[in-house]
């Protein structure tokens, strides 16, 4: 079983950079869950660079930031990133690229069983290398949101 964590995000742009410092943060501990097991991977802006990390992925979770009114943890799964041509990931300032990493990588024979998005509202996206304080105190959020899948994943597997 292997995990791929992607966190998108252009660090330049303020909490656009949300999943960027999410990896950057949080790599040591989510590997640590399952050593050998997952990987956490920074994507930045880079999305295409994904597909590399793909080949012998079974679960990928993307985090980044979804456009929304809503202040609540924004789940995506398979379906709405995937099949869905009205899916909601166009919300995303990434999404064109998690899209076309998903597409392509579907294209290549790569793509894993089970896809997931965890994110939450960009409060800004000035030019700043700096996170708002109002996203900022949601990285833990999304940390303890991921762990407890990543967990459940490891327990079934497990099983």
């Not at 295409?48 to 924004?74: A, T």
């Not at 990434?94 to 998903?102: A, N, R």
């Amino acid at each position: 079983m292997q995990i791929c964590v992607f966190g998108m995000g252009n660090i330049l742009l303020s909490d656009d950079g949300f999943g960027s410092h999410f990896a950057v943060r949080y790599k040591t501990e989510l590997e640590e869950l399952w050593p050998g097991h997952i990987r956490v991977i920074d994507m930045g802006a880079h999305d295409l660079d994904g597909l590399n990390f793909l080949d012998g992925c079974d679960v990928l979770y993307f985090i980044d930031v979804i456009r929304s009114d809503s202040d609540e943890l924004i789940y995506l799964g398979r379906d709405e990133l995937l099949e869905n041509p009205e899916s909601p990931i166009v919300m995303s300032t990434h999404s064109g690229g998690i899209q076309e990493i998903l597409h392509t990588a579907e294209w290549m024979g790569i793509l894993p069983a089970q896809i997931h998005l965890i994110g939450v509202r960009p409060y800004s996206l000035a030019t700043s290398m700096s996170m708002t304080q109002q996203a900022a105190v949601r990285l833990p959020e999304v940390y303890e949101e991921l762990k407890g899948r990543i967990l459940s994943t490891k327990r079934d597997f497990s099983r």
